[in-house]
């Protein structure tokens, strides 16, 4: 098994309380702590706004973070969970992607996604599109960024976005282009996208969810005459490790506390649920086993978020001790 590591960005006010000056530099730190350890990716999300609920808190943008952390960084990828199509025009996006992919020296993944946050969207300008439109623009995107990265120009007449002679050089330092990381589980178009064009997917990584996606992503495969052992298939996980239930429960009392301060008692018992129920909850001991299912199933990458790494690197420490030295 893989595995990747969220740096704590402040959307999921995971920054609050850390002076704006110390921000980047706590990311920072902990980047360059991921890239002398065990880790192979490091990983942010695309999000503008606080989640559930806006607020002023900082929230640092994903692109311009994939920037710095690609001159901050000597050996770990470099990732989005995930980039959403329509916030950035896409050929824009594949020559910000390239010259990333330069910087980093080759480091570069692209997770791409039709985006959900409704709220962001607006706030932004977007619009909000309904789902079949979202998706719709995902795909021609998608595309747009392939002949950009293979052939150093694209066009496209598309009903969404169009691109006539647009020119990409340098192209991307990986040959083929960027991996690209189609994200999301939807049934009919997403995951149908992602057999035609993904070199990874994302989507739910409980063993139930996991294994039932996989054999759709299978069947759209089939369909499309593409190889689906050849799409390394991952899923994310919010971890809540302690070296015994007891202290598990500390964390888990701790990050309520600090929700608690921007959200009411159904938002963060809402958010604790995405911890609680997922399968990087618990003793070292009973993450390994729930992992281990996992990987059975074909889950071969794993990406974890730590709600307290700014504040606390013990939980990462007993998890590179203890997790992935068991399932590596």
Same mark, same amino acid.
């Given at each position: 098994?893989?595995?990747?590591?969220?740096?704590?960005?402040?959307?999921?006010?995971?920054?609050?309380?850390?002076?704006?000056?110390?921000?980047?530099?706590?990311?920072?730190?902990?980047?360059?702590?991921?890239?002398?350890?065990?880790?192979?990716?490091?990983?942010?999300?695309?999000?503008?706004?606080?989640?559930?609920?806006?607020?002023?808190?900082?929230?640092?943008?994903?692109?311009?973070?994939?920037?710095?952390? @690609?001159?901050?960084? &000597?050996? !770990?990828? =470099?990732?989005?969970?995930?980039?959403?199509?329509? %916030?950035? $025009?896409?050929?824009?996006?594949?020559?910000?992607?390239?010259?990333?992919?330069?910087?980093?020296?080759?480091?570069?993944?692209?997770?791409?996604?039709?985006?959900?946050?409704?709220?962001?969207?607006?706030?932004?300008?977007?619009?909000?599109?309904?789902?079949?439109?979202?998706?719709?623009?995902?795909?021609?995107?998608?595309?747009?960024?392939?002949?950009?990265?293979?052939?150093?120009?694209?066009?496209?007449?598309?009903?969404?976005?169009?691109?006539?002679?647009?020119?990409?050089?340098?192209?991307?330092?990986?040959?083929?282009?960027?991996?690209?990381?189609? @994200?999301?589980?939807? &049934?009919? !178009?997403? =995951?149908?996208?992602?057999?035609?064009?993904?070199? %990874?997917? $994302?989507?739910?990584?409980?063993?139930?969810?996991?294994?039932?996606?996989?054999?759709?992503?299978?069947?759209?495969?089939?369909?499309?005459?593409?190889?689906?052992?050849?799409?390394?298939?991952?899923?994310?996980?919010?971890?809540?490790?302690?070296?015994?239930?007891?202290?598990?429960?500390?964390?888990?009392?701790?990050?309520?506390?600090?929700?608690?301060?921007?959200?009411?008692?159904?938002?963060?018992?809402?958010?604790?649920?995405?911890?609680?129920?997922?399968?990087?909850?618990?003793?070292?001991?009973?993450?390994?086993?729930?992992?281990?299912?996992?990987?059975?199933?074909?889950?071969?990458?794993?990406?974890?978020?730590?709600?307290?790494?700014?504040?606390?690197?013990?939980?990462?420490?007993?998890?590179?001790?203890?997790?992935?030295?068991?399932?590596?």
């Amino acid at each position: 098994m893989r595995f990747g590591m969220f740096i704590p960005q402040g959307w999921r006010f995971d920054l609050v309380g850390v002076d704006e000056a110390e921000q980047w530099p706590t990311m920072k730190r902990l980047a360059q702590r991921a890239d002398a350890g065990p880790w192979e990716s490091v990983w942010v999300y695309d999000h503008f706004h606080t989640t559930p609920v806006p607020s002023e808190e900082a929230t640092h943008e994903a692109w311009t973070l994939m920037s710095a952390l @690609a001159a901050s960084t &000597e050996r !770990v990828r =470099l990732g989005q969970m995930c980039t959403c199509m329509a %916030y950035r $025009n896409p050929m824009y996006l594949a020559k910000v992607a390239a010259t990333v992919d330069h910087v980093s020296g080759g480091r570069l993944e692209m997770g791409i996604g039709a985006g959900w946050y409704e709220h962001e969207w607006r706030a932004y300008g977007y619009g909000f599109p309904r789902a079949g439109v979202r998706l719709a623009m995902l795909d021609e995107g998608v595309q747009i960024m392939r002949q950009a990265w293979t052939e150093g120009v694209a066009t496209l007449d598309g009903e969404h976005y169009q691109v006539d002679g647009a020119i990409c050089r340098p192209l991307p330092r990986q040959a083929g282009g960027v991996p690209l990381w189609i @994200a999301g589980g939807g &049934e009919k !178009v997403t =995951l149908r996208i992602a057999a035609k064009y993904a070199r %990874y997917t $994302n989507f739910d990584g409980t063993l139930e969810g996991f294994t039932h996606k996989s054999a759709i992503l299978a069947e759209h495969c089939r369909s499309e005459g593409t190889d689906f052992d050849a799409i390394a298939r991952s899923a994310n996980y919010n971890v809540m490790i302690g070296a015994t239930e007891a202290e598990v429960a500390e964390r888990m009392d701790a990050l309520a506390d600090r929700l608690g301060r921007y959200m009411d008692a159904d938002a963060v018992a809402g958010q604790l649920r995405g911890f609680r129920d997922m399968p990087a909850y618990g003793t070292p001991e009973q993450i390994v086993e729930k992992l281990t299912a996992l990987r059975e199933a074909g889950m071969t990458y794993g990406i974890y978020y730590f709600p307290e790494a700014a504040y606390d690197t013990s939980a990462i420490e007993l998890f590179e001790r203890e997790v992935i030295p068991a399932l590596g």
